[in-house]
């Protein structure tokens, strides 16, 4: 049986083929570290417990939904720029800057790791807004700040809990 080629239609939406690659790859990041941020948050709703178990527990869950959203825009950013979304936990762990955390910690423990994965998702997508400017990508760049909005809010709300 013979496998069909399929022919690749060209992308002309105003940005050269170079910078939406560069951008796809900085969206791909951002990408795996979203990914990341929401599995460790979904991990911590599930395994939250103590005192604040309720609250935490409510607030993860919220946590977790928003990003698991947020992943189905990055990606399809991706799509629209004309390059395939990574979407395998091993592209994941190369492309994230947060790592994994490694057994159940204790509540505020959570709360820590979370602060830090929400902050660096946030320099992630910040880190993309030189290239996207000079590209006139106005729809990436309201992804972007998009996202950094929630995650610096995010940040905010759970460094909060950690206050004396």
């Known amino acids: 049986m013979a496998t069909k080629k399929t022919k690749s239609v060209a ?8 910078q939406r690659k560069k951008i796809a790859a900085g969206l791909s990041a951002l990408l795996a570290d979203s990914y990341t941020l929401y599995l460790m948050t979904h991990n911590f709703h599930w395994n939250v417990t103590g005192p604040q178990f309720n609250s935490l527990h409510a607030m993860f869950m919220d946590q977790y939904t928003e990003q698991w959203n947020a992943l189905d825009i990055i990606a399809e950013r ?14 994941f762990v190369k492309l994230a800057s947060i790592k994994e ?7 505020t423990d959570m709360v820590r790791h979370l602060v830090a994965a ?7 997508a910040r880190k993309l807004f030189d290239l996207v400017d000079e590209a006139n990508d106005q729809p990436t760049a309201d992804v972007l700040t998009q996202r950094i909005d929630v995650h610096e809010k995010t940040a905010w709300m759970l460094r909060s809990l950690l206050e004396e």
């Open 78 to 91: 991706i799509r629209a720029l004309g390059f395939p979304a990574p979407g395998t936990y091993k592209e």
């Open 101 to 107: 955390v490694e057994g159940v910690p204790k509540a």
């Open 118 to 124: 929400q902050e660096a998702t946030a320099r992630t």
């Open 11 to 18: 992308i002309d939406i105003g940005i050269p083929e170079d």
